[in-house]
């Protein structure tokens, strides 16, 4: 029987980014059906979260994305441009209002997750953004060509983000309900039988977890 997992995942997330291409290497090897529930980040969803944080927590996780990259074997950089936009105030960084990025991006990771495609499609989207590999990923045919990589069109797929946006945005309020309710706030988070693991760090314990309960090979 294919079990079932949820993940729940942003864009922004280093973490997010850092955790996905062993989910594509669970979902190949396993009888496993990954549904891929995007959210906004913290950013969007608690700008205050940044008013609050210890002042030692941003250097921190600047140490700890690079060396989770290097024992992973992964290109790191944060993004140019960052898909969500804040400004220096007062020592902390403030959200600012209009956020066309991370809107744009997790609407169309919606809709990539409805049209099946969600797995592949923020596989590439996110070592697009997170990689290094290229500057203003946001400019010019990089999205294009990563949507294409992921099975679908972007010319189809932006139209359809833009004119259900309300749906969308919905959809994605649902997401981060139940991710809430199944007991975390962070991503990403992958929730199995309403149990969650959260964190890229938490993968092995997963798949200990869905052996248990009659994980097999594909």
Request: one cysteine or more.
């Amino acid at each position: 029987m294919t079990l079932q997992l949820d993940v729940f995942w942003s864009f922004r997330s280093p973490y997010s980014y850092l955790a996905t291409c062993r989910l594509v290497r669970l979902e190949e090897r396993y009888d496993l059906a990954l549904r891929i529930r995007p959210v906004y980040p913290l950013a969007i969803r608690k700008p205050e979260f940044f008013a609050q944080v210890n002042p030692l927590w941003p250097r921190y996780l600047a140490r700890d994305i690079r060396r989770v990259a290097e024992f992973h074997g992964l290109p790191l950089a944060w993004p140019r441009p960052d898909p969500v936009r804040q400004r220096a105030e007062g020592g902390r960084l403030v959200t600012e209002h209009e956020q066309p990025l991370i809107h744009r991006l997790t609407r169309l990771g919606q809709l990539a997750s409805e049209r099946g495609r969600g797995l592949p499609f923020i596989d590439e989207v996110s070592k697009l953004i997170w990689s290094g590999a290229v500057q203003d990923w946001d400019q010019g045919d990089h999205l294009a060509r990563a949507t294409a990589r992921a099975g679908l069109d972007l010319t189809e797929l932006d139209p359809i983000a833009a004119a259900e946006a309300s749906r969308l945005d919905g959809a994605i309020a649902d997401h981060q309900s139940a991710l809430e309710a199944a007991g975390h706030w962070g991503v990403p988070t992958f929730v199995f039988e309403g149990e969650p693991f959260f964190g890229q760090d938490r993968l092995e314990l997963l798949l200990w977890r869905l052996q248990q309960h009659g994980l097999k090979e594909r």
